[in-house]
């Protein structure tokens, strides 16, 4: 399961491997049920850190649009 201390990055690799998994074919149907699951939960979690990180940059261009009109 995702922890708050996986990276956007971390997340991304271990997904790509889990595709990399499904594409040989060499998973049997159990196995391919927790990859799959695994895959699902890791989607979401980078689906997550990117909604934060798209607010933040709101935020940023936000600001400086707020400072450009007072000049």
């Not at 074919?25 to 990180?53: I, M, P, T």
């Not at 709101?58 to 450009?68: L, Q, V, Y």
């Amino acid at each position: 399961m995702a922890t708050k201390k996986d990276t956007f990055k971390d997340a991304m690799e271990e997904l790509e491997g889990i595709v990399k998994q499904f594409e040989s074919g060499n998973l049997d149907l159990d196995e391919s049920l927790k990859k799959f699951e695994r895959g699902l939960e890791l989607a979401e979690q980078c689906k997550k850190q990117l909604a934060v990180v798209e607010n933040k940059i709101k935020e940023i261009k936000g600001k400086f649009s707020e400072t450009g009109q007072k000049e």
